[in-house]
């Protein structure tokens, strides 16, 4: 095969796309260049379908070579290892865009592996590797109908950018990353500040539109060197097998699906399948040995009896409205020792939500293609099997849990204090006890509220709310606070957070053409609306944040220091500092600029460091008295210490009103002394007067005993 390169602009960003040079065993590969970063992505599919499966065993991989940045792995074994926390998250984005694209009833073994080879930051390669998993499954011969590609769409100033540089992001308020093809948007993860609804839907259009040269090349290369398509047919149901189950159990799935009660439903459901495929596929019956089918036909039947239901009926489980919130709970501080806790249950969704708060000690080191960095916000979500009722392993975090996290930290980290205002390192952890849908936005509620309960000063209440859309024969269906059984159903399930005034986060998935500007506005201002209510609701626990942090936590208070004198704290080889800790108790962190955080359960020991602290920093004032010790004499006066390691000179002429012959007559070391502070010069020499000092202090006097305060060394 030839090698072929096309090339397309995104904003101000020029792509190369070549395929038919690199990994040509792979059903379909391209490389990907912007700027410096360089993306190779690959698709394989195996030839014969995996027998005895019910889901599509799709596998997306994103990987990062340190390499890529001229760096060495900083492991024991100096190669990467698992995939990390930002592998995981742009695995799932490839992931939940080519997923939903593949033809129904394809079972192949697949897989897309994404590889940075070469990493720009002014060019991200999340989106290069999104936009390449399109490109290499249409150069492949994968029965891979759709072309879409990858945008990233910023704001700043007002001004909508795609592809924004680093910079343009930190200074924009709308940050997402976005799938579409013309036709449809299927896939929008992201934040805002606070933005409105109509802002949000004009940004994800406006990335639609900015992609139009990605596909047009797309299909260049495809005409040009794409392989013919292998043959795929979903294998059609044994004649008469749809028909039979809907004739045994369409009135028992329809009853089933009027019980309120999850456990109860599932009961139901799972005794059905039970009955039909002993009725129908027993030894002797009609059906024998298709039991897969008749399970599959029974599933069918479910999926179109709740769609209609929703549609057609105007009724959902539980007899809910369309844009009904289920009763939600909310209670703060039941945990007496964490520093902030928070149970939220919405419907059969709960969570138990703990915060943490910590000193610079406790950030997480993360190595990535940028550097190192440090972490000081984190948000950990945990969905242990008993939540649904089910026995399984513990095994860690798995991307799932790890995509929820992300998605409800980044909903609180738009509300959070800046560190100069709130120098504490936070850790939220939410455990779902109960699930029945939407357990990431009980996780955004619930953080909210430990947050709140730990005395964080939020700028503002967030809330979350996962949302459906069906579309039937042209009837459409917005659903607010989706259960699980009604999470799979939709053509559109998104979830949106933020507080009364905007979006802070949002994740959307769209299975389906044809969601234009209306219903996208509609169904976001359902969801602000629903958002609001659950808003009103977590007031009634907690309306702000708490006046003071938990007893509990760590008191960390920031002071400033000049930068000359940074090294006098910290000392030759950190032994000051070090002892400062050891004397104290205190953690201590010392920045760049000069801000010195202290940090400790006792208020105490933090006092008793920042005095510390200030002894050793303190800068002599001109026309201030000190109480200073005597260090040395010499015959033209003496050196007295006023603080710390800060001396000045006392001339002999300056010791007393009358004439001095000898320093010794008046002062002797060790002696202490009022001195006040006659001059600095720029050298940083101190001049000093005892006569000066005492005549002020017994200009002072009020006859009473009382003198002038002064500062003791």
Not at 368 to 392: C, D
Not at 620 to 631: D, N, S
Not at 668 to 683: A, F, I, P, T, Y
């Amino acid at each position: 095969m030839e090698a072929k390169s096309v090339t397309a602009q995104v904003g101000n960003q020029n792509i190369t796309i070549e395929t038919g040079k690199m990994a040509k065993q792979a059903d379909g590969s391209v490389v990907l260049r912007a700027g410096d970063s360089v993306v190779l992505v690959t698709a394989v599919s195996a030839k014969d379908r995996k027998e005895g499966l019910d889901f599509f065993p799709l596998t997306v991989d994103y990987q990062e070579r340190l390499s890529a940045a001229g760096r060495i792995p900083g492991s024991f074994f100096r190669r990467e290892g698992r995939l990390t926390e930002r592998e995981t998250l742009i695995s799932r984005l490839i992931d939940r865009s080519c997923r939903p694209l593949f033809p129904e009833g394809y079972q192949n073994e697949t897989q897309i592996i994404a590889t940075v080879f070469s990493a720009d930051n002014q060019y991200d390669t999340d989106v290069l590797a999104l936009t390449g998993a399109s490109f290499a499954l249409a150069m492949s011969d994968v029965p891979f109908p759709f072309a879409f590609a990858g945008v990233r769409v910023g704001r700043v100033g007002g001004k909508f950018i795609a592809n924004p540089s680093e910079l343009e992001r930190e200074q924009g308020d709308v940050d997402v990353i976005m799938a579409a093809s013309r036709d449809a948007i299927f896939m929008v993860e992201g934040g805002a500040k606070e933005i409105d609804e109509n802002t949000m839907v004009e940004a994800l259009l406006f990335g639609q539109r900015a992609i139009e040269q990605l596909l047009d090349r797309q299909e260049e290369l495809r005409r040009a060197l794409g392989k013919p398509k292998r043959s795929f047919e979903k294998a059609p149901f044994t004649q008469g097998i749809p028909e039979r189950v809907r004739e045994a159990v369409h009135e028992r799935v329809r009853q089933a699906y009027a019980r309120d009660v999850k456990h109860e439903r599932y009961g139901d459901l799972s005794q059905i399948k039970k009955d039909v495929v002993a009725q129908l596929c027993g030894e002797g019956a009609e059906f024998c040995g298709k039991e897969r089918e008749v399970k599959q036909a029974l599933e069918d039947l479910k999926y179109e009896y709740m769609r209609r239901m929703i549609t057609h009926e105007g009724r959902r489980i539980g007899g809910r409205r369309n844009d009904q919130i289920r009763s939600i709970s909310c209670e703060v501080g039941l945990l007496p020792r964490a520093h902030g806790s928070a149970l939220f249950t919405r419907g059969e969704t709960q969570g138990l939500v703990t915060t943490t708060l910590g000193t610079s000690d406790d950030e997480q080191r993360m190595e990535s293609l940028k550097g190192q960095s440090f972490r000081k916000f984190m948000l950990h979500y945990n969905f242990p099997p008993y939540s649904v009722g089910e026995v399984k392993p513990l095994r860690g975090a798995g991307r799932r849990e790890i995509g929820h996290g992300i998605l409800a930290e980044r909903a609180l980290r738009a509300v959070l204090p800046t560190d100069d205002k709130f120098p504490y390192t936070l850790r939220v952890v939410s455990d779902i006890l109960e699930s029945n849908g939407s357990s990431s936005m009980a996780t955004v509620c619930g953080g909210c509220l430990s947050l709140m309960d730990a005395g964080v000063p939020i700028s503002a209440p967030v809330a979350g709310i996962a949302m459906g859309l069906i579309k039937e024969e042209g009837r459409i269906a917005i659903l607010s606070d989706i259960l699980g059984d009604e999470d799979h159903l939709g053509d559109m399930d998104f979830k949106v957070c933020g507080t009364a005034k905007g979006i802070t986060s949002i994740q959307m998935d769209i299975k389906i053409t044809g969601v234009d500007k209306q219903i996208l506005t509609d169904a976001l201002n359902q969801a602000r609306a629903g958002r609001l209510h659950i808003l009103s609701e977590m007031a009634k626990a907690i309306e702000k944040p708490r006046a003071d942090i938990s007893k509990y936590a760590p008191k960390i208070t920031t002071i400033r220091i000049p930068v000359s004198r940074i090294k006098d704290v910290i000392g030759p080889g950190g032994k000051v500092i070090k002892d400062i800790i050891a004397r104290t108790g205190a953690t201590i962190d010392i920045e760049d600029d000069g801000s010195v955080a202290i940090a400790s359960a006792s208020s105490e020991s933090v006092d008793q460091a920042i005095k510390m602290i200030r002894a050793l920093t303190q800068e002599a004032e001109v026309g201030k008295i000190y109480l200073g010790t005597v260090r040395r004499i010499m015959e033209f006066g003496a050196f007295v210490e006023i603080f710390p390691g800060t001396d000045g000179l006392v001339h002999i002429s300056d010791l007393a009103n009358s004439r001095v012959k000898k320093v010794e007559d008046v002062l002797k070391e060790g002696d202490e002394v009022l001195v006040k502070v006659v001059s600095v010069d720029r050298s940083g020499k101190i001049r000093l007067s005892r006569k000066e000092a005492l005549a002020e202090q017994a200009a002072h006097g009020d006859g009473k005993g009382q003198a002038v305060p002064t500062a003791k060394a």
